[in-house]
């Protein structure tokens, strides 16, 4: 028996079959919003979304020297090794500072600064916990122990105090 051979069906299933009409869909819904009220919040969100990314990018130009600043230090701590090396890493942290501090400030108010009145301002403007007496000392006679050897533990406690300073120095605008 062949099974693709219509079945003999009767004249009222035939008439009924041949009535029959497809499953009717209703027309698929709109992507665009039926009030105005949703175009407004989507054009608020897109602003908003747009002046975020622009203040997030002026930031991060504005910031590029601490990044810079912090990579270089970064590599003055790598190079800490012997007694000589402690004393290089010495010299390039307070160059390094004072390269920072001219970067973010007015060449004016910044160059001529040394000594307790260097010391001074790293603390007002990264606040005073930011350089310990200890690491002040140090900063404070750097230019004067050229030649002599710095233990390990007072360069690596000045080190981190010229990382917070770099990180948290406040450029009033």
């Known amino acids: 028996m062949n099974e693709d051979a219509a079945p003999d069906l009767d004249a009222a299933t035939r008439a009924a079959l041949q009535k029959l009409a497809d499953i009717a869909q209703p027309p698929p819904v709109s992507w665009i919003p039926q009030t105005w009220g949703w175009v407004v919040l989507a054009l608020l969100a897109a602003a908003l979304l747009l002046w975020g990314a622009w203040r997030w990018h002026r930031r991060r130009v504005r910031n590029r020297y601490r990044r810079e600043a912090l990579a270089e230090l970064s590599g003055i701590e790598a190079k800490l090794g012997g007694p000589a090396g402690r004393v290089a890493a010495m010299a390039e ?24 009145d260097w010391v001074a301002f790293l603390r007002k403007t990264a606040g005073p916990s930011s350089f310990t007496n200890e690491a002040a000392a140090l900063l404070d006679d750097a230019e004067y122990q050229r030649g002599q050897a710095v233990p390990e533990a007072a360069e690596r406690a000045f080190l981190a105090a010229v990382r917070r300073w770099i990180e948290r120095h406040h450029v009033p605008a």
């Open 93 to 116: 942290a307070a160059a390094l500072l004072k390269r920072v501090a001219l970067a973010a400030w007015p060449r004016e108010a910044v160059a001529s600064l040394s000594g307790a």
